[in-house]
């Protein structure tokens, strides 16, 4: 890698966030001082908003003075292999290389692994301009490039250029839709970087699956006041099912006289599964729940004639194998979706029963796939479907005006000025703050699904002709649904001043942390 100089060009975007800090601070002053204070000027407002903005700059300074430690980084590296005699031996390098790592672990007061992850992260980071150029530019954070640098690991020349450019490149050929990949936070841009890489990495998922598989393992970690983490790395689908049976068990568990949040109450059911019953958890008392969960699968894959990967709802890409096991398997709680192989759109959800509420809701899952709130990651297992617009005001009830929201969201939603826009049968809402940002919603960023190497059969070509004829029809004329249940009651159809938002607000509720399940 050739020593590329280019921090100048990152430090010119420095100099101007400075500035912009600069100029925020002198207008927040003269307004703490009561100076030049136009007429209708509210100054609090003004100078709340200062603060938001001043949070803004200084998160696009860190991300330009992370472009400044990596590209320095990577001119270290560069300069020392540089210094290195050409007929040095390898041994030579090794060490040479060794030795320029703990010096940046000095410099930067981390510890040598850190030092050497860092160079590997910039070097790779530093090799793909478009990524470059928006860390340089403030507009992506180093979570976001470390994000980058970790999928293009295992990713040749060609195969990382191609995931950035779809990601990056405006004018790609297939770019990536919906929000752009650095406005999602950082966990839920991996969930979706990730999700392209699988479908476009040379070596099959399949391949790469068999080898996790012979790599799972229980990991026990002490840690401070008396507590431990115990960590299983397992085959997606089992990790699944795992932690969608435990949610709905303490969901069933949650009552008037059940004080542990659904966060305590998670690994209560977890530890008295494994040590046995008559631990204290309350399992006796109730029977264990189905916990559904959506298995998108391409069509061909279904079948066999491709080994593409399909997605497990709540998780991610697996492989079709497991995808055809799932289904063809008789596991009750897996509900399969069909893909069009045109345009990898859903065609249809299975069910085991005609009752359209589930289907819909599944569907709703299916496109938003976690809470549609800006930056929440609470996947669909753990959601309630929402009215975007309040029925007593005139919302209708069907696909186009209902999204997944979080109980912590879906308070904030109908207790603050944070508004959702219009969603689609294909899109999530977007959202827009109180002072006036406007989220972008996060489509799906499906793509057209793989064709076997042979010609199909003229049966299979009219049964997905007819198959995409169906979705489009149902989409045209979305059907109305209602709770199928008494015991719930949909907040949106309450007046304000309704007492059960009392009991609503005081609900205690708790949300697993983004770091929890997103680890790779």
Same mark, same amino acid.
């Given at each position: 890698?050739?020593?590329?100089?280019?921090?100048?060009?990152? !430090?010119?975007?420095? +100099?101007? %966030?400075?500035?912009?800090?600069?100029?925020?601070?002198?207008?927040?002053? #003269?307004? =703490?001082?009561?100076?030049?204070?136009?007429?209708?000027?509210?100054?609090?407002?003004?100078?709340?908003?200062?603060?938001?903005?001043?949070?803004?700059?200084?998160?696009?300074?860190?991300?330009?003075?992370?472009?400044? $430690?990596?590209?320095?980084?990577?001119?270290?590296?560069?300069?020392?292999?540089?210094?290195?005699?050409?007929?040095?031996?390898?041994?030579?390098?090794?060490?040479?290389? &060794?030795?320029?790592?703990?010096?940046?672990?000095?410099?930067?007061? *981390?510890? %040598?692994?850190?030092?050497?992850?860092?160079?590997?992260?910039?070097? +790779?980071?530093?090799?793909?301009?478009?990524? &470059?150029?928006?860390?340089?530019?403030?507009? &992506? %954070?180093?979570?976001?490039?470390?994000?980058?640098?970790?999928?293009?690991? #295992?990713?040749?020349?060609?195969?990382?250029?191609?995931?950035?450019?779809?990601?990056?490149?405006?004018?790609?050929?297939?770019?990536?839709?919906?929000?752009?990949?650095?406005?999602?936070?950082?966990? +839920?841009?991996?969930?979706?970087?990730?999700?392209?890489?699988?479908?476009?990495?040379?070596?099959?998922?399949?391949?790469?699956?068999?080898?996790?598989?012979?790599?799972?393992? &229980?990991?026990?970690?002490?840690?401070?006041?008396?507590?431990?983490?115990?960590?299983?790395?397992?085959?997606?689908?089992?990790?699944?099912?795992?932690?969608?049976?435990?949610?709905?068990?303490?969901?069933?568990?949650?009552?008037?006289?059940?004080?542990?949040?659904?966060?305590?109450? +998670?690994?209560?059911?977890?530890? %008295?599964?494994?040590?046995?019953?008559?631990?204290?958890?309350?399992? =006796?008392?109730?029977?264990?729940?189905?916990?559904?969960?959506?298995?998108?699968?391409?069509?061909?894959?279904?079948?066999?004639?491709?080994?593409?990967?399909?997605?497990?709802?709540?998780?991610?890409?697996?492989?079709? #194998?497991?995808?055809?096991?799932?289904?063809?398997?008789?596991?009750?709680?897996?509900?399969?979706?069909?893909?069009?192989?045109?345009?990898?759109?859903?065609?249809?959800?299975?069910? $085991?029963?005609?009752?359209?509420?589930?289907?819909?809701?599944?569907? *709703?899952? !299916?496109?938003?796939?976690?809470?549609?709130?800006?930056?929440?990651?609470?996947?669909?297992?753990?959601?309630?479907?929402?009215? !975007?617009?309040?029925?007593?005001? @005139?919302?209708?009830?069907?696909?186009?005006?209902?999204?997944?929201?979080?109980?912590?969201?879906?308070?904030?939603?109908?207790?603050?000025?944070?508004?959702? @826009?219009?969603?689609?049968?294909?899109?999530?809402? @977007?959202?827009?703050?109180?002072?006036?940002?406007?989220?972008?919603?996060?489509?799906?960023?499906?793509?057209?699904?793989?064709?076997?190497?042979?010609?199909?059969?003229?049966?299979?070509?009219?049964?997905?002709?007819?198959?995409?004829?169906?979705?489009?029809?149902?989409?045209?004329?979305?059907?109305?649904?209602?709770?199928?249940?008494?015991?719930?009651?949909?907040?949106?159809?309450?007046?304000?001043?309704?007492? !059960?938002?009392?009991?609503?607000? =005081?609900?205690?509720?708790?949300?697993?942390?983004?770091?929890?399940?997103?680890?790779?």
């Amino acid at each position: 890698m050739g020593i590329s100089g280019g921090v100048g060009v990152v !430090l010119e975007g420095v +100099r101007a %966030s400075v500035a912009a800090l600069d100029a925020l601070e002198r207008e927040d002053a #003269s307004l =703490a001082a009561g100076a030049s204070v136009g007429a209708g000027v509210d100054v609090l407002q003004r100078r709340y908003e200062i603060r938001l903005e001043r949070l803004e700059v200084a998160s696009r300074l860190e991300a330009q003075l992370a472009g400044v $430690k990596a590209q320095d980084a990577a001119d270290a590296v560069g300069f020392q292999e540089a210094m290195t005699p050409p007929d040095a031996s390898v041994q030579d390098r090794t060490y040479a290389q &060794m030795s320029v790592v703990e010096e940046i672990a000095g410099v930067l007061t *981390i510890s %040598s692994a850190g030092a050497g992850a860092l160079v590997e992260q910039s070097r +790779r980071i530093c090799s793909l301009p478009l990524v &470059m150029n928006a860390l340089a530019a403030g507009v &992506m %954070s180093w979570q976001h490039a470390r994000v980058v640098a970790d999928e293009t690991e #295992s990713l040749d020349a060609v195969g990382a250029a191609g995931l950035v450019a779809h990601f990056f490149d405006p004018d790609a050929p297939d770019p990536a839709r919906g929000a752009a990949p650095v406005e999602l936070v950082p966990s +839920r841009f991996r969930a979706k970087i990730r999700a392209w890489r699988e479908r476009h990495h040379p070596e099959s998922i399949q391949k790469r699956h068999a080898k996790g598989v012979a790599d799972r393992r &229980m990991e026990y970690t002490p840690d401070r006041d008396g507590m431990a983490w115990v960590s299983l790395y397992l085959p997606g689908d089992t990790a699944c099912a795992i932690w969608n049976r435990t949610t709905a068990t303490a969901r069933g568990l949650q009552g008037p006289n059940e004080p542990r949040t659904l966060t305590q109450l +998670r690994p209560d059911i977890a530890a %008295s599964l494994l040590l046995g019953a008559g631990t204290g958890t309350g399992l =006796a008392e109730i029977p264990t729940p189905r916990a559904d969960v959506l298995v998108t699968v391409p069509v061909f894959a279904l079948l066999g004639l491709t080994d593409e990967p399909a997605v497990l709802d709540g998780f991610g890409p697996i492989p079709a #194998s497991m995808a055809r096991k799932l289904v063809a398997g008789g596991a009750e709680s897996f509900y399969r979706v069909l893909v069009d192989p045109r345009d990898g759109a859903p065609l249809e959800i299975g069910r $085991k029963n005609y009752r359209l509420t589930g289907a819909i809701k599944r569907w *709703i899952r !299916l496109r938003d796939a976690q809470c549609t709130f800006p930056g929440c990651t609470n996947k669909t297992p753990d959601n309630e479907t929402d009215h !975007l617009t309040a029925w007593q005001h @005139g919302g209708t009830t069907n696909v186009s005006n209902l999204a997944q929201l979080c109980r912590k969201h879906h308070r904030l939603k109908h207790h603050s000025q944070w508004t959702p @826009g219009p969603a689609t049968s294909k899109d999530p809402p @977007g959202w827009t703050s109180p002072t006036g940002r406007h989220y972008k919603p996060e489509r799906q960023d499906s793509e057209p699904t793989h064709w076997p190497p042979e010609s199909l059969p003229p049966w299979l070509q009219r049964e997905a002709a007819g198959k995409c004829q169906c979705l489009e029809a149902s989409l045209e004329n979305p059907p109305q649904w209602e709770p199928d249940d008494d015991r719930y009651v949909d907040l949106n159809d309450l007046p304000a001043d309704d007492p !059960l938002w009392a009991e609503f607000l =005081a609900t205690q509720f708790a949300l697993v942390p983004d770091a929890i399940g997103v680890r790779s």
